[in-house]
C-alpha cells in the first residue's frame, strides 16, 4: 500500500491550494484519513481528519479556512486550503488507516508529503 501525496506548491498569501492523497494497492477498506503539517523546527500537527462517513475535525488554525473531503470509489482524501497565510507554511502528510483484508485489522500509512510554502 502507498500514499501519493500531491498538490503543494508556492502561493502568495490569500491564495489557495488543494491537496490531493491517493491510496494505491491491496485495500480493503480506509477508515479514517488525515492531514498533517510540519513547519520548519516545528513538531508535526494534525490539520484535518474525515471519518469513513465524512464526519470531519480541524484544527483551530485552519477552523473555517480548510476544507477536508474523501472520495471513497478513489481512495483518495484531499484538503482545499483557502486563505492561506505565512504560518501554514510547511510539508504537509497525509495519513489513513487502512484494512487490507476483511479479518484483518487496522495498520496506519503515511504519504511522502507535499510542500506548500506561502509568502507574505
Known amino acids: 500500500v502507498q500514499l501519493q501525496a500531491s498538490g503543494g506548491g508556492l502561493v502568495q498569501a490569500g491564495g489557495s491550494l488543494r491537496l490531493s492523497c491517493a491510496a494505491s494497492g491491496s485495500i480493503f477498506s480506509i477508515n479514517v484519513m488525515d492531514w498533517y503539517r510540519q513547519a520548519p523546527g516545528k513538531q508535526r500537527e494534525l490539520v484535518a481528519t474525515i471519518s469513513s462517513v465524512d464526519s470531519t475535525d480541524y484544527a483551530d488554525s485552519v477552523e473555517g479556512r480548510f476544507t477536508i473531503s474523501r472520495d471513497n470509489a478513489k481512495n483518495t482524501v484531499y484538503l482545499q486550503m483557502n486563505s492561506l497565510k505565512p504560518d501554514d507554511t510547511g510539508v504537509y502528510y497525509c495519513?489513513?488507516?487502512?484494512?487490507?483484508?476483511?479479518?484483518?485489522?487496522?495498520?496506519?500509512?503515511w504519504g511522502q508529503g507535499t510542500l506548500v510554502t506561502v509568502s507574505s
Open positions: 495519513n489513513a488507516y487502512i484494512k487490507l483484508t476483511p479479518a484483518g485489522g487496522t495498520v496506519r500509512y
